[in-house]
């Protein structure tokens, strides 16, 4: 189970508005109907895309940097973010019967910054297959083994993985920044 440690408002507010916007999309009859899979999709590109760069921005030197000042004792280091998201990436949506899951032990194992990255990008490829088989018909179906209390669906399995990734995202960006290293996503069109 995949505890997070804080969720981002965007993602948070995403998760709220939701059912609000599937259910007004699906009242309005004028309304252009987007398929549920394609709507995530273009949200997820664009995290996947602050992500990656994020992982890509830090030099293959500073791959292991955990903050040494103030009172971070125990927290994961740059590396291990990046390789706990792409392990989390296949657990979100284990049991859905994608294929190409990869057993997160063997992400643990990755060393190279190279190989981490390959192994990020390949997990959101993942992450990339579960939301397309996400439909209108199955978007809020209660999904199997889940405790009843969660209301766990593919919408909100989809919903978690996003807000996951943006808290991640945000401790990659600090740990950027402590390298004086400015993330792609907050750089000026041209640099």
Known sequence: MIKLHRFSTLALCTVLALPAMMQAQAASTAAMQIAPAE????????LEKEIVGAAEAMPADKYNFVPTSGDFK??????????????????????????????P?????????DEIIKALKTSYEYVHAATDSITAANAFE????????????????????????????GQMVEYLRMNSIIPPASRKSGM
Not at 39 to 46: I, T
Not at 105 to 113: D, G, N, P, Y
């Open 74 to 103: 125990g927290v994961n280091s740059f590396a291990a973010q990046v390789k706990h998201l792409a392990a989390a990436n296949y657990e979100f949506f284990e049991g859905w019967g994608i294929p190409n899951a990869v057993d």
């Open 105 to 113: 032990k063997t992400i643990e194992a990755l060393k190279t910054k």
């Open 142 to 169: 209660a999904l199997p083994n889940q405790p009843p209390q969660r209301k766990a669906t593919r919408a909100s399995a989809l919903a978690l993985c996003m807000a996951h990734s943006m808290d991640h995202y």
């Open 39 to 46: 709507s995530f999709k273009a949200l997820l590109g664009n």
